[in-house]
């Protein structure tokens, strides 16, 4: 083995490895040992280096972290071997930066999005909403680049790094308002990872797994997953307080009385019909029905039958509600009543958004001290889980229930088994006077004994 150059980078131990080019066009690799580097020892004891020519990809340079010459000849083996197998798959060998990877897949996803009141009928299954985009977006700037480091080559991540990310995760939370992350968002967080990853592989970024990051793992386990929201006695607590903070915002200026009222109203609205706050803010005055319910009871006046728009998150279904007086309180007040107006709208008329509803109810909850009374911490969706919650102690078949919120009975297992459980107690607790409790002992002999005269 000879050198190379005859200047600060010239190279010891220089062999040209003519087997292991990569394609019959490509440059020959070599291996060497660095002489301006490691000056403390000896050439003999430096690690080896590895120059892998590449057309029309310049090639790898890389430190093959050994020193004996066999063993750097099998990794090379081993990474040319690699670096095949991926252009066969029309991959990249080239250093492919986290940030680079997380631009590509955010423009992708962006490509996805569908108007505001197009259906993933009309954009298609794969459609996301702007709103989903912008969650994903912030993810993966906010903490999937910084985890990796933006400069980092993807192909050097291994998938023993994402081990890390539930700890790391909970340790630096961009918003430090809300506190460590719920187990739900991390498991939400751990599929969109999932769905970057695949992504990658499938664009040839990544060179190819057989195991993705999070993959058949049960990181998060169910009952890990549900909401808080309100046990009947806190509800009416909750009640009687949020009353009186609505008398609160009487002083304020027009605008902001308005709000108040309009989102009160939807807080109970919610609360009585199991909408998700997104469909109800595209309720216009066309889309509600009002009745009077077929049971009359002295706490439900007045029902409603809502059409849900299909641009929505699983789609059209029409909704029966309770509490539908919230909802004519709101059109009655209403300047804007022609059928194409929005029901729960400001005063000129705009549409309620989502994050307007999310900062009224956070208003309602710090006037209320509703997480230090209760030990909880409720959001927006809490109402839409106090809703199933409600209808299941109150006898509603499940079947009904999934199809008025719009989602399967796997879903209402996952989330509500606990309720399900509590509301079982006449089966549960079914005895027979001849067994159980108080029955008789059978004498020994008679274990077995069947009589004929039954």
Known sequence: MGTKGNNQKSYGCYEELPSLRVSPDAEIPYIYKRLDTDLSKPVEDRSYYIRIPIPQQ?????????????????????LVLDIKVTMKVGGTV???????????????????????WESKDQRGKRSITKQRYELIEGKIRNYVVKFLGKNTDVKDVPLRKWTQWETWRKQNNARK???????????????????????????????FTPKLPFQGINLIPDDKLRRDTWEANEWKSFVRRVRDWLNTTASGDQDFVWDAFVSYQMLFFLANSGMRIGELVKVKNKDIQFRKPQI?????????????????????????????????RVQDHSKFKRLDDFLFCHLDGSQFTTKQFYDWFKRMIDFTDENARWGKQFVP??????????????????????????????????????????LADADLMKMNNEIGVGAKVIPDGEDFFIPENM
């Open 58 to 78: 310049g090639g790898v340079r890389k430190s093959l972290k050994v020193a004996d010459r066999n063993t750097a000849i099998r990794k090379a083996e081993e």
């Open 94 to 116: 080239k250093r492919f930066p986290v940030q680079e990877l997380a631009d590509r897949f955010c423009k992708y996803k962006k490509s996805l999005v569908r108007g505001s």
């Open 177 to 207: 308002d809300t506190g460590t992350p719920t187990a739900i968002t991390i498991q939400n967080e751990m599929g969109m990872i999932r769905e970057l990853w695949r992504w990658g592989i499938e664009e040839g970024y990544i060179p």
């Open 296 to 328: 009359e009871h002295s706490f439900k006046k007045l029902s409603a039958l809502v059409q849900v728009h299909p641009s929505t998150k699983t789609g059209a279904r029409e909704v029966n509600a309770m509490g539908g007086e919230f909802a004519k």
């Open 381 to 422: 969706y809490s109402l839409r889980h106090f809703y199933a919650t409600t209808r299941l102690q109150n006898g509603t078949s499940t079947v009904a229930l999934c199809n008025n919120m719009g989602v399967g009975e796997q879903y209402l297992k996952k989330h509500y088994s606990h309720y399900l459980t509590r």
